[in-house]
């Protein structure tokens, strides 16, 4: 279902108004069996497969003492489902967003599950009521596309249900704000007029429409992407949650780490904290945390060669960043103070263009094709 849709609009205008209708302890109860309505109308597998992974996650984490069998065992077999579906429907990046794979929102609903187990497993976070892990899991604004929300911080809004008219005010404008971003500068300007004028040449195959086609499909990504976490965003201040940032103009960072701290921010914290944390505790090598936590990202989209591949060229660009920091930092205090705005803009086109070109391997979809395109981009093939 598309989050341009009138059904979408229909289901974010009946959640918020039935919400605020409703008394404020049956608030968390109304929200939930909406979100369960709103999964079984679009398929019912989902709504039955998510509400397992409910019962698992609450059996296995809200026990007095969490032991590593249960929730081990617990991780183990929601990552196994979640694999399932990754390996079997593959990614479509010409509609990456415009429609959500079957079961509806799986990837981010299996890390919340594990984020929660994990935390009760450190003993980070108390013991949750069932309806407040319910609530957590079916919470729909941010259950299809995102972000990976954060139970503590779920919590502590839950805690402080008011109706908020500057809430209400900011998430309305956070709404048309992205509804901006895919409307106007995605679909008219970047796939429209960018893509017209990219049609006017008459060798595909030129350089310089090559890298046009680059540019292009990495600023869809991110219009489309960042303006579907707006809408998630905006959606949830509707109903008096603040969900965390998703896109911090991550096209204006000056380096592949700032760039990661920018972009899809829930999920690469999410790896930060379950994955690179723990490799880097038992390996003491940032190198191999790096490459574990972009494979880690690269298969959450897809089990698939490219986005392993994908995954290995970004974590190759952190390693890369991570040992040059020595000579980089020397090099900038070389510099005469004047020079360094120009540097910080070279840094900032370097690093656009790296996550660019890294894209091609996406869109590509073979290995063999992604290689064909960087050789016609560089001139090294005719």
């Avoid at 896109?247 to 204006?252: A, G, I």
């Avoid at 005469?336 to 910080?344: M, W």
């Amino acid at each position: 279902m598309s989050y341009l849709s009138i059904t979408w609009l229909f289901w974010m205008w009946l959640t918020v108004s039935v919400y605020w209708l409703a008394p404020r302890t049956a608030r968390q109860f109304v929200l939930m069996a909406i979100t369960v309505i709103f999964l079984a109308s679009r398929s019912p597998d989902s709504a039955i497969l998510l509400l397992l992974f409910t019962v698992i996650t609450h059996l296995a984490g809200n026990i007095a003492a969490p032991t590593f069998r249960p929730v081990a065992a617990a991780i183990i077999a929601m990552l196994g489902v979640l694999g399932y579906y990754k390996i079997t429907q593959p990614v479509n990046l010409d509609n990456l967003l415009d429609t959500v794979a079957i079961p509806l929102g799986l990837s981010y609903y299996t890390f919340r599950c594990i984020h929660f187990l994990m935390e009760r497993y450190k003993s980070a976070i108390p013991r949750a009521g069932a309806h407040e892990l319910a609530g957590y899991l079916l919470f729909l604004p941010t259950i299809v596309v995102g972000p990976i929300n954060r139970f503590d911080d779920y919590r502590r809004d839950l805690n402080r249900q008011r109706l908020d008219p500057a809430l209400i005010s900011e998430g309305a404008e956070r709404i048309l704000y992205g509804y901006a971003k895919i409307v106007i500068l995605s679909n008219f300007l970047t796939e429209g007029v960018l893509g017209d004028y990219i049609a006017t040449f008459d060798d595909p195959a030129a350089q310089h429409v090559i890298y046009l086609e680059i540019v292009q499909n990495g600023l869809n990504l991110y219009f489309q992407f960042s303006g579907y976490s707006d809408i998630a965003i905006g959606f949830a201040r509707l109903l008096g949650y603040r969900v965390m940032e998703n896109f911090n103009w991550p096209y204006l960072q000056p380096n592949i780490s700032a760039f990661w701290r920018s972009w899809h921010i829930s999920l690469s914290r999410w790896c930060r904290d379950y994955v690179y944390s723990v490799v880097v505790a038992q390996t003491r090598s940032p190198a191999l945390g790096a490459m574990a936590t972009m494979i880690a990202i690269g298969l959450w989209h897809e089990i698939s060669l490219r986005f392993l591949l994908w995954g290995a060229w970004h974590g190759i660009g952190l390693i890369v960043w991570q040992k040059s920091q020595g000579w980089t930092t020397r090099f900038e205090q070389a510099l005469p103070e004047s020079a360094l705005p120009v540097l910080h803009v070279a840094k900032v086109v370097f690093t656009v263009h790296f996550v660019w070109l890294g894209f091609v391997i996406l869109t590509a979809g073979t290995p063999g094709a992604a290689l064909e395109t960087y050789g016609r981009l560089f001139g090294l093939i005719d």
